[in-house]
């Protein structure tokens, strides 16, 4: 999935300031202006306001002029008329799903192992158990039946090297002919000891 890191704008608010000579025809005229407030997205999505700009035109010789260019005294009106003018709350929404997802996933991590936990303790056919060698390499065995203190199963013949790759071997072909059997006690042992980190039951 990719990620694009950007910045967009909305307009906030629109107005007008009378009575305002134009610095560029010198005319005594009325200012159009727009305020915008300038925020972060990542995928379309906005997660924060980062500023607010003003875009000020004469609305006699319809020229843009740069606030530079205005007198104090209309800079004061401007400011005065946008005073605690704030960012609209959509543009905290990726904040709000950041801050979810890190509940959601501390939610899932308990919830993950208090599973393992029962599951560890109950096997069931058809559990497969994602497990780590002392070498370092992931790979997975399926239980084939389950008599009252031995466990029956098919060790997956492919490994990996990186444990979020090992679902990618979970595959039904990759169980074959190599058989394995042990202990209920022995299981136990091995998931108490980090060997077993993860039981999928469908």
């Known amino acids: 999935m990719f990620f694009l890191l ?7 608010k ?4 009378d009575n ?3 610095p560029i025809c010198r005319c005594i005229t009325k200012l159009n202006y727009s305020v915008h407030s ?22 006699n010789c319809n020229t843009s ?10 800079l004061s009106k401007l400011a005065l008329q946008n005073n605690n003018l704030k960012s609209p709350i959509w543009m905290f929404f990726g ?3 950041i801050v979810c997802s890190i509940f959601y996933g501390i939610y899932s991590y308990f919830k993950f192992d208090s599973e393992t936990d029962s599951f560890i303790k109950k096997p069931t056919v058809d559990d497969v158990y ?9 790979s997975t065995f399926k239980i084939d039946k389950v008599s009252k203190d ?35 006690k022995e299981l136990l042992k091995s998931y108490n000891d980090g060997e077993i980190i993860s039981i999928k039951r469908n």
Do not use: H, W
């Open 130 to 138: 994602y497990c780590k060698d002392s070498k370092g390499y992931y």
């Open 65 to 74: 002029i740069e606030l530079d260019e205005l007198d104090e005294s209309t």
């Open 38 to 59: 300038r925020y972060t997205q990542i995928t379309l999505i906005p997660v924060f306001p980062v500023d607010k700009y003003a875009v000020v035109s004469c609305k």
């Open 20 to 22: 305002v000579v134009c």
């Open 6 to 12: 950007g910045t967009n704008s909305y307009t906030i």
């Open 95 to 97: 904040n709000f799903v």
């Open 14 to 17: 629109k107005g007008t300031i």
């Open 150 to 184: 031995i466990i029956f199963a098919t060790q997956n013949e492919y490994q990996t090297d990186l444990p979020y790759t090992i679902k990618d071997i979970d595959k039904l072909e990759n169980y074959a002919n190599s058989k394995i059997f042990f202990s209920k």
